[in-house]
């Protein structure tokens, strides 16, 4: 499971081999959510407000490298690193 990204104690990920719709992972302590890449929205899991806020704040800024490594880990395997939010 690559991690793409971690900021403020979140971990992003995605899955080898995942499930349609494009989504990635967000992980925060016992939280956890899968979170589509085109709509912005909670697919499952939760994620506390202030922390899904921050996520989708990252997300929105960073939703093109989003769907490139969607489609990279999905055809070989590959994935790159996206800068954390500051």
Do not use: C, T
């Amino acid at each position: 499971m690559p991690e793409l990204s971690r900021f403020l104690g979140i971990s992003i990920m995605m899955y080898f081999e995942d499930h349609y719709p494009p989504h990635f992972h967000a992980k925060y302590n016992e939280y956890r959510a899968a979170i589509s890449i085109d709509e912005l929205k909670i697919l499952d899991g939760h994620l506390p407000a202030r922390i899904l806020g921050l996520v989708i704040e990252w997300a929105e800024l960073h939703k093109k490298e989003l769907l490139q490594d969607w489609e990279s880990v999905k055809k070989d395997g590959k994935f790159f690193k996206i800068e954390p939010l500051v």
